[in-house]
């Protein structure tokens, strides 16, 4: 009974080995994940508590938060050894050689949208701040200096707005010059109401109000437009998805999926055939949400 016993087992092991596999994998991609998330938020923690006595060393770990975050798309590189392993074949090291460039772009591109959307904040919040500066009697290049260090909506172009404000320079063209970096949009106005104000004489504070509220709608219709679109970007994340789940399930029926798909003339057609309809079903999906978000 044991020698039979040991053989059944053996028997069935390779049956259950990918299900194995793949429940080993999620796992640690969900603890790596989980790890990652507390990590962050442990880190921000300190930055928070600590910033009185330890902003280099605080600069200098958001920046190796950064580091690591930035190479996310290298993920991609274990899930298609561990296909490639489980299939028996290199197409899936393939795949997972082109899936890094087209997911560091979109990496990419949402850190960019992120940026862009920090930028206009802190453009908005300077507006705020300049104005409860002129309220409390500051003259404009004064409201400016105090405001700007605190706010960090200049840019790169900090030193040079603060110096024009400072010393009595274009102040309104400098803030123009900083406009015209992608998130900063909001300057233009600034500069437009600073050089009304000092050619007209009409009031700073005032002007600059009205752009702080303009700006802030403008944020709430972005926040309402992305809740809106929630739907639609699940629906795509969804269809992303339908195939390994579609894997999956093949492996629980007892089926070798990876196999026909893989190492059988019909099975690599299917294989062919389903990636590039899946990609355009993407795409066209991708396209209609995007074209919701432009409009």
Excluded: N
Aim: proline letters at 4%; glycine letters at 14%.
């Amino acid at each position: 009974m044991t020698a039979g016993g040991v053989t059944a087992v053996g028997a069935g092991a390779p049956a259950h080995m990918p299900l194995l596999v793949m429940a080993v994998g999620a796992g640690v991609s969900g603890g790596l994940a989980v790890a990652k998330d507390h990590g962050l938020k442990r880190a921000r923690a300190m930055f928070v508590s600590r910033r009185d006595g330890g902003q280099i060393q605080a600069r200098g770990r958001a920046d190796a938060l950064a580091r690591l975050d930035a190479h996310r798309e290298w993920l991609c590189v274990p899930a298609a050894v561990l296909l490639a392993v489980m299939g028996g074949s290199v197409l899936p090291l393939l795949a997972g050689g082109v899936a890094v460039p087209l997911v560091r772009r979109l990496i990419a591109r949402r850190a960019r949208a992120r940026d862009r959307e920090r930028a206009a904040d802190a453009v908005t919040a300077l507006c705020g701040a300049v104005v409860g500066e002129l309220r409390a009697g500051r003259e404009p290049g004064r409201a400016l200096l105090v405001a700007g260090r605190g706010e960090g909506a200049l840019g790169g172009a900090e030193a040079a707005v603060l110096a024009a404000a400072r010393f009595g320079g274009d102040v309104p063209e400098a803030l123009r010059k900083v406009s015209a970096v992608p998130g900063f949009e909001g300057l233009a106005g600034m500069a437009a109401c600073w050089r009304v104000a000092v050619d007209g004489g009409a009031g700073l504070a005032t002007g600059l109000a009205r752009i702080e509220q303009a700006l802030r709608a403008e944020r709430r219709s972005r926040e309402e437009l992305r809740a809106q679109l929630a739907g639609a970007w699940s629906t795509v994340v969804v269809l992303a998805l339908l195939p390994m789940v579609g894997l999956g399930l093949g492996v629980a029926l007892g089926a070798d999926p990876l196999r026909v798909l893989l190492h059988t003339p019909g099975g690599f057609a299917c294989l062919a055939a389903g990636s590039l309809l899946e990609a355009a079903g993407l795409f066209w999906a991708t396209r209609i949400v995007r074209a919701g978000e432009r409009a």
